[in-house]
Antibody
Framework: EVQLVESGGGLVKPGGSLRLSCAAS????????LTWVRQAPGKGLEWVGR??????????DYAAPVKGRFTISRADSKNTLYLQMNSLKTEDTAMYYC??????????WGQGTLVTVSS | SYELIQPPSVSVSPGQTASITCSGD??????ACWYQQKPGQSPVLVIY???KRPSGIPERFSGSNSGNTATLTISGTQAMDEADYYC??????????FGGGTKLTVL
């Protein structure tokens, strides 16, 4: 059974930093492309960014609103995906989900971790 | 940038057919998929590659994609199908793009 468990969310002041983690199990993590998607309270889904598998280059791509501030990385030895978020803004307040999949389809989703950016 | 437009809300009576549209420039030339999200829960994939159903998704869910419109159809809609539905596709200019979501009400 595929499991994705996000952690690391919380309350942070504008300009602050936070690192989210996503612990995965139930599938060959090292071969997977992985994606972060967020959802602001009462709003729709928004793509944050994606990391390819190392065999496919391990490269990352980001949505324009987070480019230059967020960094996605992976630790295949730990089956863990990360999202480093710097220079946080109030508009980054959202539930953050990790998902399996590259660009076309997101088959499995975690339960999400809530990030609140407020002074 | 590429956009997918969905109606904010759709209503359907139990047992009837619900259709939720997703409009985008030449979306029929791309693959579309659909996610269901119930209050307080994570999204669940219900249709991928325009019309394929993941394991465990009931047959009453179907999809199509042609021209400028992708459509999610729910036949014999049940009360449990009441949820928000999001379409999603990919475009070279915008990468992953989600529609704004449609709230399906079963009444």
């Amino acid at each position: 059974e595929v499991q994705l468990v996000e952690s690391g969310g919380g309350l942070v002041k504008p300009g602050g930093s936070l690192r989210l983690s996503c612990a995965a199990s139930g599938f060959p993590f090292n071969n997977a492309w992985l994606t972060w998607v967020r959802q602001a309270p009462g709003k729709g889904l928004e793509w944050v960014g994606r990391i390819k598998s190392k065999t496919d280059g391990g490269t990352t791509d980001y949505a324009a609103p987070v480019k230059g501030r967020f960094t996605i990385s992976r630790a295949d030895s730990k089956n863990t995906l990360y999202l480093q978020m710097n220079s946080l803004k109030t508009e980054d307040t959202a539930m953050y989900y990790c998902t399996t999949g590259g660009d076309l389809t997101f088959f499995f989703w975690g339960q999400g971790t809530l990030v609140t950016v407020s002074s | 940038s590429y956009e997918l437009i969905q109606p904010p809300s759709v209503s359907v009576s139990p047992g009837q057919t619900a259709s939720i549209t997703c409009s985008g420039d030449k979306v029929g030339d791309k693959y579309a998929c659909w996610y269901q999200q119930k209050p307080g829960q994570s999204p669940v994939l219900v249709i991928y590659d325009d019309s394929k159903r993941p394991s465990g998704i009931p047959e009453r869910f179907s999809g199509s994609n042609s021209g400028n419109t992708a459509t999610l159809t729910i036949s014999g809609t049940q009360a449990m199908d009441e949820a928000d539905y999001y379409c999603q596709s990919w475009d070279s200019s915008t990468a992953v793009v989600f529609g704004g979501g449609t709230k399906l009400t079963v009444l």
